[in-house]
C-alpha cells in the first residue's frame, strides 16, 4: 500500500508518496528524478550479473503510480538512463509508448547521454536549461542552480538523499528521503538499484524519509 | 634410509652442506628419502630450521638421481618444482637462497619468480620456457591457469611445494591453493592419458585415461605446527587421492616471556588498546638488545607507537623505522633489508612482519597488546633469536591491566603447548566463480571434467549437483532476467566447453584474480610527487582539507582527491589525527579464551588460600579485590553476569572469555531471545572477554530465566532471526562479490565508463536479497556469518559450557573492572524486535528532547 501526504508549497498542493514520487495536483504532474533506466543491463552487459528483477519494478512501480495518481504529465529531475544505450531502454520506450498521451518532460542529468534521436523517438521532451512552470523549476542538480531571492521553487535530485536517524544507546537507522529547504527540494533517487548520499539537514529544513512502506516526517 | 644414502644425488648434496660444515637435520633426510619414494606430505618445523632446504635439496636429489651423469649440463628440462608461497616479499630471499646452491653445484636450473611484480618480458620468457623452478604467489597460480594451453607448462612437473602453509589454510588463498592443486594432477594425467593413447595405438583416449593413483607429482606442504596437521595436510593431499607422511622436525625452540608490568597498578588503566603509557619501559629493553621488533596490533596503534618512541628518546632517530601493509612496498623492502644487515635498533611493526624471511639481527621481540592467539604469540616469539640453539626472548605489554592475566594465561598455554587449529574452508562458490571463470579465459572447461575434479578436493567435497548446476548457471546466464530484453554476457557454452571469449571481459577477469583483499584502498601521494602508502577510502572521505593525519609515521596534511590519490602535502602541525585501519581485529583464540578463564579460577582460588601466583597476576590484586568487592571474580566453571544502571540506560555485561566474534553473535542471540520475553532494543559493545547488552529500558534476566536465554536449543532458528545476521551477512558480502566478479573495481585507462559500472557492496546487497534471495554467493555471505562470523561450533560449545556451569548475576553499584573495557569499546551494534515505525517514532520523540 503506498502512504501519502501532502505538502504545499507556494499554496501549491503537492502529494508525497512513499513510492518516491511527488504528485503535484492542479499540474496533475508526477515528479521523479533519478531513474536510472538501464542500469542493471549496462551491468549484466559486461558480466555482472546484477537481478534484472529490479528493473521490472521500478518500470512497474512506475506504472502504478501514474495510474493511481491519473497523472498526465510526467517530470523527471534528470537521470532518466543511466548510460549508454541498451536493450533496456528499448523496453522503456515500449513502455512509454502504452502510454501516449502522457507529456513526459525531462530536466537533463549528467547520466543522460543518449542521442537527441533518441528523446525524440520516445517522445520525451528534453530540458538542457531548467524547466520552468509557473513558479516552479526543475533541475538535475540543485549546485548547478542560480538561486536568487524570490526566484522559483526548484526541484532537483542527483544526490540520491538518505538520512540518518540516531536515538538512544547509539541506535541508527538509514533511509532514503525528500529533502526540503525554504527554496528548494531533492527528491530521493525513484530506482531502487542506486546508493545514497548522507544529508545533513540543516535548522528549519524538512526531511521525509522513507521507511519500508511508510513515510516519517522529520 | 640406506637406499637414498646410495644415491648420486644424496652425496652430492651432503658434499655440499659438507663444504659449509653443515649436515643435514633428520627431518631433512626423512623428507628427501620420501621425495625419492614418490611420497607426498606434510613438513612441520618451525621457521629458520631448514624447512626450505628439505623440499627444495628433496627436489635436486631426485632430478640428479635421475640425471646422474649430466645433471650439470642438462639445460631447459621444463618446470621441475612449483614452489608456492603466501608472501610476495618471501620469494625474492627464497629465489636467491636456491639459486644459490644451484651455482655452487654448478647445475642449470633456472630459478624463476612470478606474481604481481613480474615484468611483463620476464613473463613473456617464462611462457617460452619455463624455468625449472617457478615460485609463486597463489593468485598467479590461477593466472597461470587463465593462460591459453597451461596444461603444457606443468606437463614436466614433479613436485608442488606449498610454503607456509599454516597460514594460506584456513583462507579463500588458501583454496586458491586447492584447486590450482586439483588442475594441475588432473591435467597432467589427462597428458599423460593422451600420450598412452599414443603409444599404444588406440583410437579412443577415454579407454586408457589414467586415475589419480599412477600421478607421479608429489604435494609437499611445508606448515609450522598448528592443532590439526594431520588435516592440514589432508586438505593438500584429497587431489592425489593419498594418505601421505607428516614429518616433523624435532627441533625445539626455548622461549623466555617476562611481563613488563606498569610501576602502579592503580593508576594503569582499566580500558584502552594503545598501551602507550609504558612507553618508557620500552627504551631500555631496545637499547640492551642488538635488534627488537615492536609488534603492535593495528596499523593505526603502531603509528602512534612510532612517534611516541621517538619523542620520547629522540636519539632513536634514524635507526628505529615503521612497516605495516599500508606503508609504501618500497619503503617496507628498505626497512626488511636494513633489519637484515643490522642497520636498525628496533621497527614497530604489525602483523606485516609475522611472516617473511629470517632476520639475524633480531634478539628481541615486544609484544604490545593480546596477540588473540597462543599460535600468533610463539610465531612473534619466534622471530627472535634466531640461530637454532638461540633463546627467543619475547616481552609482552599490557594496554590495560586487566591484560596482564592473558599473559599469565598464555605462559601457562605454552608450558602445556596448546596450539590452535586452522580450520580449512569449505563450499567457497565465490572463489569456485572465480576460478572456473578463469579456466573459461583460457581453455575453456567441461563442467563434467571440473566437476569430478572439484569433488576430489577438501574445500568442494560435499559439492552437489544442483549446487554445480546453479553455479554454472549463474556464471552463464547471470541468474534471474527478462529475456529478450537480456544482454548478460560473460562465460558461452559452446559444444559443451565454457568459454569467455569476449576480450575485453577476458582482460577485465585477468585484472580481478587476486583481488581478494576487499576493502577499496586509496594512494597517498605528496603533491610535489611521491608515493606514501595506502590507506582506506572511508577514512579519506571523512577529511577536510586542510586536516593533520600521520602515516608511514609523517604528519601529513590533506589537500585532495583527484582520481582515487589523495594528496597531501608535509605539516609540521602538532596535532594530528591517526587512521583507523579497518580489520585486522583478531579474536580471543578458544584456547587462550579457555587458559584465561583457569587463570582467573587460579587466582582467585590463590588469593582464598594466601598463595603466590605468577608475578602478572599477583600486581592484579587491587583489581581483582575491587571486582570482587563490587562484583565477583568468576571461576572456571561460572558465568558471571552483571547488571548495573548508569545514566546511559540498562546494562547487562556477560563474560564467557570466549572473543570477540562468538561475543557478538551471542550479543544479538540473546538481545533476540530477550526480547521475545518483551519488546526492547539494545546497542550493544563486546570485546574478547564479554559483551554488553544496553537498552534504554530495564532488561528482563533473572535467575527464572538465564538458563533458558542461554540454551544451545533453537540455536540455528534464533541465529537466523536475529536481525544482526543481515547486518553481519552485509558486510561479508563485500568480500564475497568482489571475489565473485560482482563489484567492478576498474582498470587504467577505462576511467569514464567505469564509473557507470560502480555499485557499493551494501546496495547489491539490498539487490539481491529483495530480487534474487537465492542467489548463491548471498547464500555463502550467510554462511560465512555462522562459520566464521559467529563460529557457530565455538559458539555452540560455549552455550552446552554455560548449561553446564554455575551462572552468577550481580548487580554491582558502579561498573566494575571487568565491565570498564567494553563500555569503552566504541563498536557497537543494535537489534530491535519493535516495529520498525515504533522504533523510529520512539527514536524521534528523543531527537526532539
Not at chain 1, 558480466?47 to 528493473?55: E, L
Not at chain 2, 603444457?152 to 599454516?166: G, N, R, S, V, Y
Request: glycine share 6%.
Amino acid at each position: 500500500m503506498t502512504r501519502l501526504l501532502s505538502h504545499i508549497i507556494h499554496d501549491e498542493h503537492f502529494v508525497i508518496s512513499s513510492e518516491r514520487t511527488l504528485f503535484w495536483e492542479n499540474q496533475r504532474a508526477l515528479i521523479v528524478a533519478d531513474l536510472h533506466v538501464g542500469k542493471t543491463g549496462h551491468f549484466r552487459k559486461s558480466g555482472i550479473s546484477v537481478p534484472q528483477s529490479v528493473y521490472k519494478d521500478d518500470l512497474h512501480r512506475l506504472l502504478s503510480q501514474i495510474l493511481f495518481f491519473k497523472a498526465e504529465k510526467l517530470i523527471i529531475a534528470g537521470d532518466l538512463t543511466h548510460s549508454v544505450a541498451n536493450l533496456e531502454m528499448d523496453l522503456f520506450r515500449k513502455w512509454r509508448n502504452d502510454f501516449p498521451m502522457l507529456d513526459v518532460h525531462l530536466a537533463k542529468g549528467n547520466h543522460d547521454i543518449l542521442d537527441n534521436k533518441w528523446y525524440a523517438e520516445a517522445n520525451i521532451q528534453v530540458h538542457n536549461d531548467p524547466l520552468e512552470i509557473g513558479r516552479f523549476s526543475f533541475i538535475h542538480d540543485i549546485s548547478d542552480a542560480d538561486e536568487t531571492p524570490n526566484g522559483p521553487f526548484i526541484f532537483s535530485g542527483h544526490v540520491h538523499p538518505t538520512i540518518v536517524l540516531r536515538g538512544k544507546a547509539k541506535q541508527t537507522l538509514c533511509f532514503p528521503c525528500f529533502y526540503f529547504t525554504n527554496t528548494f527540494c531533492i527528491l530521493p533517487a525513484f530506482s531502487r538499484f542506486t546508493g545514497g548520499y548522507r544529508i545533513e539537514p540543516q535548522r528549519g529544513d524538512k526531511v521525509f524519509a522513507i521507511a519500508e512502506k511508510e513515510i516519517l516526517a522529520l | 634410509m640406506k637406499k637414498l644414502e646410495a644415491t648420486t644425488g644424496y652425496k652430492v648434496i651432503t658434499d655440499w652442506l659438507a663444504i659449509g660444515d653443515r649436515k643435514p637435520f633428520t627431518f631433512q633426510k626423512e623428507t628427501w628419502q620420501h621425495i625419492a619414494d614418490g611420497e607426498s606430505g606434510l613438513v612441520n618445523a618451525p621457521t629458520g630450521c631448514g624447512k626450505t632446504f628439505s623440499v627444495f635439496l628433496g627436489s635436486l636429489i631426485q632430478f640428479i638421481n635421475q640425471h646422474p651423469n649430466d645433471y650439470k649440463t642438462k639445460k631447459k628440462s621444463g618446470l621441475q618444482l612449483l614452489w608456492i608461497t603466501p608472501l610476495r616479499a618471501l620469494a625474492k630471499d627464497i629465489g636467491r637462497a636456491m639459486e644459490q646452491v644451484i651455482g655452487d653445484l654448478d647445475m642449470q636450473w633456472r630459478i624463476g619468480i612470478r606474481n604481481g611484480d613480474t615484468a611483463l618480458a620476464e613473463r613473456t620468457r617464462q611462457k617460452k620456457q619455463m624455468p625449472e623452478v617457478l615460485i609463486i604467489t597463489p593468485e598467479s597460480l590461477h593466472l597461470l591457469l587463465g593462460q591459453k594451453e597451461y596444461a603444457q607448462t606443468f606437463q614436466t612437473l614433479k613436485i608442488i611445494a606449498i610454503d607456509e602453509w599454516h597460514e594460506l589454510l584456513g583462507s579463500k588463498r588458501g583454496v586458491q591453493v586447492e584447486l590450482g592443486i586439483s588442475r594441475i594432477v588432473s591435467s597432467q594425467l589427462a597428458v599423460g592419458s593422451w600420450q598412452l593413447a599414443v603409444v599404444s595405438q588406440q583410437s579412443a583416449p577415454d579407454d586408457c585415461r589414467l586415475t589419480t593413483a599412477d600421478c607421479s607429482l608429489s604435494i609437499w606442504g611445508i606448515s609450522a605446527t598448528v592443532g590439526n596437521l594431520e588435516e592440514a595436510k589432508e586438505v593438500l593431499l584429497c587431489p592425489l587421492q593419498k594418505e601421505g607422511v607428516i614429518v616433523k622436525s624435532n627441533m625445539e625452540k626455548a622461549i623466555e616471556i617476562e611481563s613488563i608490568i606498569p610501576d602502579e597498578i592503580e593508576k594503569y588503566p582499566w580500558a584502552g588498546h594503545l598501551g602507550i603509557k609504558l612507553a618508557e619501559k620500552v627504551i631500555p629493553i631496545i637499547q640492551q638488545s642488538r635488534t627488537t621488533l615492536i609488534f603492535i596490533n593495528t596499523r593505526g596503534m603502531s603509528e602512534t607507537w612510532y612517534q611516541k618512541l621517538l619523542d620520547i628518546c629522540p636519539d632513536l632517530a634514524g635507526s628505529i623505522a615503521l612497516h605495516h601493509g599500508s606503508i609504501d612496498m618500497e619503503l617496507r623492502t628498505w626497512v626488511e633489508e636494513n633489519l637484515h644487515s643490522g642497520n636498525l635498533k628496533a621497527v614497530v611493526c604489525t602483523a606485516s612482519l609475522d611472516l617473511g624471511v629470517d632476520f639475524r639481527p633480531v634478539e628481541t621481540v615486544i609484544q604490545v597488546g593480546s596477540p588473540k592467539g597462543v599460535a600468533r604469540f610463539l610465531q612473534r616469539a619466534g622471530r627472535s633469536g634466531h640461530s637454532p640453539d638461540a633463546v627467543s626472548k619475547i616481552f609482552f605489554l599490557p594496554t590495560h591491566s586487566l591484560e596482564l592475566a592473558e599473559a599469565a594465561a598464555l605462559k601457562q598455554a605454552i608450558k602445556e603447548k596448546i596450539i590452535e587449529s586452522r580450520p580449512p574452508m569449505i563450499l567457497c562458490y565465490d572463489v569456485l566463480i572465480q576460478y572456473l571463470n578463469t579456466l573459461a579465459i583460457s581453455d575453456g572447461f567441461r563442467p563434467e571434467e571440473i566437476y569430478k575434479e572439484l569433488i576430489n578436493t577438501y574445500c568442494y567435497k560435499d559439492l552437489t549437483q544442483k549446487e554445480w548446476e546453479q553455479i554454472l548457471y549463474f556464471i552463464s546466464s547471470g541468474g534471474n532476467a527478462l529475456q529478450q530484453y537480456d544482454e548478460y554476457k560473460k562465460t558461452e557454452i559452446e559444444d559443451g566447453v565454457y568459454k569467455i571469449k569476449s576480450r575485453k571481459l577476458a582482460m577485465r577477469h585477468r585484472l580481478h584474480i587476486g583481488t581478494i583483499v576487499s576493502e577499496s584502498m586509496m594512494k597517498v601521494k605528496f603533491i610535489s610527487g611521491g608515493y606514501i602508502g595506502v590507506i582506506e577510502e572511508w577514512f579519506i572521505s571523512r577529511l577536510q582539507p586542510g586536516d593533520v593525519f600521520t602515516l608511514a609515521g609523517r604528519n601529513l596534511e590533506f589537500v585532495m582527491i583527484k582520481e582515487m590519490t589523495a594528496f597531501v602535502r608535509k605539516s609540521n602541525s602538532k596535532k594530528s589525527i591517526v587512521p583507523s585501519w579497518q580489520g585486522g581485529r583478531m579474536p580471543l583464540s578458544a584456547n587462550l579464551g579457555r587458559k584465561l578463564r583457569e587463570t582467573f579460577d587460579r587466582k582467585s582460588s590463590s588469593r582464598k588460600q594466601n598463595q603466590e601466583t605468577e608475578i602478572e597476576l599477583e600486581v592484579l590484586e587491587p583489581l581483582f579485590a575491587l571486582q570482587e568487592k563490587l562484583s565477583q571474580v568468576p571461576k572456571q566453571n561460572e558465568l558471571l553476569i552483571e547488571q548495573i544502571e548508569t545514566k546511559d540506560g540498562f546494562h547487562l555485561f556477560v563474560y564467557p572469555f570466549e572473543g570477540r566474534l562468538v561475543h557478538e553473535a551471542m550479543a544479538a542471540i540473546l538481545a533476540y531471545r530477550i526480547s521475545k520475553i518483551t519488546p526492547i532494543t539494545f546497542s550493544f559493545a563486546m570485546n574478547d572477554y564479554g559483551f554488553e547488552l544496553l537498552s534504554d529500558q530495564p532488561i528482563p534476566v533473572d535467575d527464572t530465566n538465564v538458563y533458558e536465554l542461554f540454551s544451545p536449543d533453537n540455536l540455528l532458528i534464533d541465529i537466523q532471526r536475529s536481525v544482526n545476521s543481515t547486518e553481519m551477512a552485509r558486510r561479508k558480502f563485500r568480500d564475497v562479490a568482489v571475489i565473485g566478479g560482482l563489484i567492478f573495481q576498474g582498470y587504467p585507462g577505462e576511467k569514464k565508463k567505469a564509473r557507470h559500472l560502480q555499485s557499493s557492496a551494501s546496495l547489491l546487497f539490498n539487490v539481491f536479497s529483495e530480487y534474487e534471495p537465492d542467489n548463491v554467493l548471498l547464500r555463502q555471505a550467510y554462511q560465512e556469518v555462522l562459520d566464521q562470523q559467529m563460529e557457530e561450533v565455538r559458539l555452540r560449545d560455549m552455550l552446552h559450557r554455560i548449561q553446564a556451569s554455575n551462572i552468577i548475576l550481580t548487580f554491582p553499584e558502579r561498573l566494575t573492572p571487568f565491565c570498564f573495557p567494553i563500555k569503552v569499546d566504541s563498536m557497537r551494534e543494535d537489534l530491535s524486535s519493535e516495529k520498525l515505525e515504533d522504533r523510529v517514532r520512539r527514536m524521534q520523540l528523543q531527537l526532539e528532547k
